[in-house]
């Protein structure tokens, strides 16, 4: 898990540091702490994307899944799904995981304190 953050008034600043550019090695993905919330962060084909860290099903943390070529992250303890993408579940995209905007500021790799819910903005699959 990653440093606690400096407390910053709200407005001030949306997005937080996570980690710098190239502790994340392709394809690995680890948890951060984003405000009050855990956060599922990956790095594929090159681009840090975020979701939320919680399965659903069962509270699993997505951060420590396996992913796919696709952008596809598996829960470890039961195989759900969901596409790094949009956070929607691979196998019903009704259900899904909220997902952060990432941006890289310098060094640091920065995700947004606000949520995107899974329905919003949705590209596609993966």
Do not use: Y
């Amino acid at each position: 898990m990653s440093e606690p953050q400096p407390s910053v008034p709200a407005g001030e600043d949306e997005f937080i540091t996570v980690a710098k550019l190239g502790d994340l090695a392709e394809g690995e993905g680890r948890t951060v702490e984003v405000g009050n919330r855990l956060v599922a962060l990956f790095l594929h084909q090159g681009q840090h994307l975020a979701i939320d860290d919680f399965c659903p099903h069962q509270g699993a943390s997505l951060g420590a899944g396996c992913l796919d070529e696709e952008g596809a992250v598996a829960c470890p303890w039961h195989g759900w799904r969901f596409r790094m993408t949009d956070g929607t579940w691979c196998d019903n995209p009704r259900i899904g995981v909220d997902r952060f905007a990432v941006r890289i500021a310098g060094d640091e790799v920065q995700v947004s304190r606000q949520p995107i819910p899974p329905s919003d903005e949705s590209p596609g699959p993966a």
